[in-house]
C-alpha cells in the first residue's frame, strides 16, 4: 500500500497550491480518500473527503469555499486544489485512503507522508 503527496510549498498570503496523491490501485479502488492536516502543536484535522465516485464531497468549515478535493480515477489520484490560502493553512498535509465515507481521521487505515503548505 501505498500513498504518495506532492506539490507542497511556501506561499504568500491569498495565492494557490494545488496537492497531488499517487495511490496503489488496489487501495485506491476500494477506498473513499480524504486530506488531512496538522500544524506543530494541534491534532491532526480533516479538510476534506471524497467518495469513491466522486459523487459525494465533504469539507471542514475553514476550508469551505477555498478548497476543492477531486480524483481522478483513471490515474489513481486524489487532488486538493487550494485557493486563497491563509497562514492558518500552515500545516502538514496528508492524503488517505478509509473503506467508507467518513471525515473522522480514526477510521482512515493508510495514509502518505506528508507534504508541508506554508503560508506567509
Known amino acids: 500500500v501505498q500513498l504518495v503527496e506532492s506539490g507542497g510549498g511556501s506561499v504568500q498570503a491569498g495565492g494557490s497550491l494545488r496537492l497531488s496523491c499517487a495511490v496503489s490501485?488496489?487501495?485506491?479502488?476500494?477506498?473513499?480518500m480524504g486530506w488531512f492536516r496538522q500544524a506543530p502543536g494541534k491534532e491532526r484535522e480533516g479538510v476534506a473527503a471524497i467518495s469513491f465516485a466522486g459523487a459525494r464531497t465533504d469539507y471542514a468549515d475553514s476550508v469551505k469555499g477555498r478548497f476543492t478535493i477531486s480524483r481522478d480515477n483513471a490515474k489513481n489520484s486524489l487532488y486538493l486544489e487550494m485557493n486563497s490560502l491563509k497562514p492558518d493553512d500552515t500545516a502538514m498535509y496528508y492524503c488517505?485512503?478509509?473503506?467508507?465515507?467518513?471525515?473522522?481521521?480514526?477510521?482512515?487505515?493508510?495514509w502518505g507522508q506528508g507534504t508541508q503548505v506554508t503560508v506567509s
Open positions: 488517505a485512503a478509509a473503506p467508507f465515507y467518513t471525515l473522522n481521521p480514526r477510521d482512515y487505515n493508510y
Open positions: 490501485s488496489y487501495t485506491y479502488s476500494r477506498s473513499c
